[in-house]
């Protein structure tokens, strides 16, 4: 075995000193060296900063000061082998599996040395490793509102959303897809090695989930989160009506913050201007109390303009979701045409009732036997719908079952919010009412199992159940119809369980439809 080269040290190190000028010892006891091969000079380099930051002593050089030696892909006889080679060693020092060091780093102290950490049981852990194995569609997968690996899903949500925001939507999809992955394991991810053979991971992702397993967090996505791009797309898009696009123009022309918006003189759409009155409530999230108050509303304004009317709340909510950033509600009525005109007569209603701060309504622009079975790839549906912002009474919260529960979880939106927001107008918060974000849609019955299962979400569960229609089973499925183009026709469809029939899936309950 060839010896570790030994490099010059840099200007932050004096003769074999462990740390650098700065970074103060917290643990004398404990002398650490990273031998260099199979990891790498740079990666090297990069643990052994991170670990004087943290306060050990991790030495350029070995030497017979040193109590553990750190290696990774390495076997015990390797490392000896290496040891017996040295002129200077030490009797009893520790040889130990990178795994202890990204642990100590994690705990900011040398945690206690496990067998698992020892380098000579490496090989017998490394066989021990639990193997995972799903599905290569999420629309085959269950996936729970909880999972076993929150830090890494949430990395690569962040990722996606910053590359969504950048309009690389490839990327952003790629995200997404290795998140709802990791989401579906049955347990947490301790080993690179036990991701092996599964769909959806590419390098991009790997190397960000590598380097949060070994060194407690990823610098491209601390990078990301602390960029001032990011976090100014991220209060701007935040306005209702302002997508990235725009809020990509406001940024090149030196706009990064809602107040230098507003004295921009940037000429705002109605919705927009709604948007930015509101800033404040509507990046508030919504509590699932206060969804079921607004539908209480709603279904009483539907159901006095239409009889027999029916009602859902769909989105999250109905994936199990305890707060959201909007609420969403499908109405029909069990006449195939009676919810012609529909909207025209809600809306009027809570216009009427003072319910509505701002309202916008499409029409219904679908027509099967003109448009066909081909979709765009966004998917976007085309029903009749109102985009809105409920005024919603504060004093109805207390008139929930758990009244407290919906306290606790206001004071904690409000302290949660984007410090980055430039919090627009205090008096919000003194007025008896608050803006939340309302979609309307109406879907005839024939198509309302559709819309059901498209309106129910979540986004990428939607876009994978298109992609299996399409790749595997010869069908173009929309939030209107589903069409086999084998036989060239309409499959009809009165449930969700239908669908899934007529796709070849195992029904999915809308719970654990959240890839």
């Known amino acids: 075995m060839v010896p ?37 000079a740079s990666r090297r380099a990069f643990l052994s900063q991170l670990g004087r930051k943290k306060g050990f002593q991790v030495q350029e050089l070995f030497s017979e000061i ?26 009893g020092a520790h040889l130990l599996d990178i795994s202890w060091y990204t642990e100590s780093m994690r705990a900011g102290q040398p945690v206690e040395i496990l067998d698992r950490h020892k380098l000579q049981e490496l090989q017998i852990s490394e066989a021990e490793v639990i193997m995972f194995s799903v599905p290569s569609y999420a629309c085959q997968r269950r996936t729970s509102l909880e999972n076993h690996n929150t830090p890494l899903t949430e990395a690569l949500s962040l990722l996606a959303e910053n590359a969504e925001l950048s309009e690389d939507d490839g990327r ?54 602390n960029s001032e791009r990011y976090n100014a797309l991220k209060v701007l898009t935040g306005i209702f009506g302002v997508g990235s ?49 607004i539908g209480e509303i709603v279904e009483k ?49 809570l216009e009427s009732k003072g319910f509505l701060l701002y309202q916008k309504t499409t029409r219904n622009s679908y027509l099967e036997s003109k448009d066909g079975p081909g979709r765009p790839a966004s998917n976007i549906d085309r029903f009749e719908r109102c985009f809105s912002i409920f005024k919603l009474a504060k004093e109805k919260e207390t008139r929930t079952k758990d009244p407290q529960e919906v306290t606790e979880n206001r004071v904690s939106a409000e302290t949660d919010q984007n410090p980055n927001s430039d919090k627009l107008m205090n008096k919000q918060t003194d007025t008896p009412w608050r803006a939340v974000r309302v979609d309307l ?36 499925l929309s939030s209107h119809a589903l069409f086999d183009n084998k036989k060239g026709r309409y499959l009809r469809a009165s449930s969700e369980e239908e669908i899934f029939a007529h796709l070849g899936l195992e029904f999915i309950l809308p719970s654990e439809r959240n890839a």
């Open 4 to 40: 570790l080269k030994r490099r010059k040290l840099g200007s932050s190190h004096t003769g074999n000193a462990g740390t650098n000028s700065g970074d103060e010892v917290k643990f004398p006891q404990v002398v650490l060296f990273l031998l260099e091969r199979k990891m790498g």
């Open 66 to 91: 040193v109590t553990h030696v750190i290696c990774e892909n390495n076997s015990g006889e390797e490392v000896r082998t290496w040891l017996d080679s040295q002129a200077s060693s030490r009797p």
């Open 172 to 225: 952003g999809v790629a995200f997404r897809r290795a998140a709802a992955v990791l989401k579906a394991l049955p347990s947490p991810v301790t080993s690179m090695s036990q991701l092996k053979g599964l769909p959806c991971l590419g390098e991009h992702s790997l190397r960000v989930i590598k380097d949060i397993l070994e060194n407690g967090s990823s610098i491209e996505v601390e990078s990301t989160k």
């Open 245 to 293: 696009k725009t809020a990509e123009r406001w940024i090149r022309a030196g706009i990064h913050s809602l107040h230098q918006l507003q004295d921009s003189g940037q000429t705002l759409n109605r919705a927009q201007q709604a948007g930015l009155e509101h800033y404040d409530d509507i990046n508030q999230p919504v509590t699932k109390a206060e969804a079921d108050v």
């Open 301 to 349: 304004a539907v159901v006095s303009v239409l009889p027999g009317a029916q009602i859902v709340l769909t989105g999250g909510f109905r994936r199990g979701k305890l707060t959201g950033h909007d609420v969403d509600f499908l109405i029909t009525h069990p006449e195939e045409g009676r919810e012609v005109g529909l909207m025209s007569k809600v809306v009027s209603w």
């Open 441 to 476: 849609v109406v879907s005839p019955i024939s198509q309302f199992a559709f819309a059901l299962l498209g309106w129910t979400g979540s986004k990428l569960f939607e876009r994978e159940l298109r992609r299996w229609a399409g790749h595997e089973r010869s069908m173009s």
